[in-house]
């Protein structure tokens, strides 16, 4: 069989992925579900960023799958599932692209700016509270445009890019440009601190009502999270694809999630099974990171644009586990002995 060929064909000298945490190799049988996935659909989103990964044995496989093969014979025969840490319950997550009402010039509806990265930003600068309250921005042309909602504002930072609807019908598009240097703070985290709400209790659109009916001690809420984040303006090439990712390539609702890069490699297939209320168990491929996105068992589901995936991103807090599918040799170089 060529793919098996193949398979016995790949450097020996390929790197592992870094972990300091606990590792264990599985076989596909161990992956619940496993068997009723769509693998073709996720194979052509794994061959949407498999030329950015390192490595010679990333890039033969790529060149494998560049061959049209069956989606499922190819992941069996070329990867092998690693479990890292899995001592705690994963922790899932969703986002997504948000859009907002804006509009290129300032007017009374539409004074919230939107800033792209100010030149002297270089490691850690202001905090969130600071850059609001200084005016340290303002009047220098760094406005991509303005919006009229100084909450969804914050979320669009959180989420990391976005889609503006103008008055003319026009969408503009922002991806993510840089950040102050501060590592983000949930502000969900601290309403339950606070004890305003229980855990289970949080989510986006909770976060968002409660600023909303609380003005004054809503603002002070956001400035919990001295995190923020600057946009770039994106080109939208076509409407219906999703924004870019860390791997500055298009992302995928329901089959990217962004991860942990110090313990999953970018581009690297991921099989996930989310527990909770409305269960997952897919191969998605990890193309996105985000600040809150910290640790081996941890990841973020993209569910797409607008409200409705909005709604139901912002719901998504899970447990269950995931496991990153790597290359024979590079999976097995994780534990010696295997």
Known sequence: MALRAFAFALALAAMPVSADEPVQLLEFDDLDGWAEDDHAAALAVFRNTCMDLDGADWEALCA??????????????????????????????????????????RTPRYRFPVYRLPPEVTGRWLSRQQIEESGVLEGRGLEIAWVDDP??????????????RLSDGEFLRVGYGGRNGHEYRSVGQELVRRGVYQPHQVSAQVIQSWVRRNPTAGRDLLHHNPSYVFFREVEITDPDLGPLGAMNRNITPHRTIAVDPDFTPLGAPVWIEKDGDGPIRRLMIAQDTGGAIQGAQRADIFFGFGDEAGEAAGVIRDPGRMMVLLPIERAHQLIPDA
């Open 151 to 164: 909450v969804e504002l914050f979320f669009l930072q959180i989420q990391g890019s976005g889609r503006i």
């Open 64 to 105: 494998v799958a560049e061959t049209a093969p069956d989606a499922r014979t190819f992941f069996e025969l070329f990867f092998r599932p690693v479990l890292i840490g899995g001592e705690s319950p994963a922790l899932f997550t969703g986002y997504y692209e948000p859009e907002l009402d804006g509009s290129l010039r």
